[in-house]
C-alpha cells in the first residue's frame, strides 16, 4: 500500500519518516519529497508498505510529530500532467 503523508516538520528525515511507521509493520521505502532547487523538505512524503498499511494510516493519522499534526491517507495514482506551451 502507498500512503501519503503531509504535514511533516521540515527537520524530519527519510529514516525518521521510516521508523515512525515501523511500529505498524514493514516498510519498503520511505520517502520525504524534496524541492528540487533548495533541496529543503517540501513537508510531504510516501511510505510504501506490503501490510499493516491502514493500520499505520488509522494510527498516526493527525497525530504530532516533531511538533506538527500529520494527515496519513491512501496516496491517489499520480495522474498525467499537463504541460503548457507543449503538444
Same mark, same amino acid.
Given at each position: 500500500m502507498?500512503?501519503?503523508?503531509s504535514g511533516l516538520s521540515y527537520k524530519l528525515t527519510n529514516d525518521d519518516?521510516?521508523?515512525?511507521f515501523e511500529q505498524? *509493520? +514493514?516498510?519498503?521505502? &520511505? %520517502?520525504?519529497?524534496m524541492d528540487k532547487f533548495t533541496q529543503q523538505s517540501r513537508g510531504f512524503g510516501f511510505? +510504501?508498505?506490503p +501490510? *499493516?498499511?491502514? %493500520? &499505520?494510516i488509522d494510527s498516526l493519522h493527525e497525530s504530532v510529530v516533531?511538533? %506538527?499534526k500529520i494527515e496519513v491517507s491512501v496516496a491517489k495514482?499520480?495522474?498525467e500532467r499537463k504541460t503548457f506551451g507543449r503538444y
Open positions: 502507498n500512503i501519503y503523508v519518516l521510516r521508523l515512525l505498524h *509493520g +514493514e516498510v519498503t521505502s &520511505a %520517502k520525504i519529497i511510505v +510504501e508498505m +501490510e *499493516g498499511g491502514q %493500520k &499505520a516533531q511538533g %506538527k495514482p499520480q495522474t
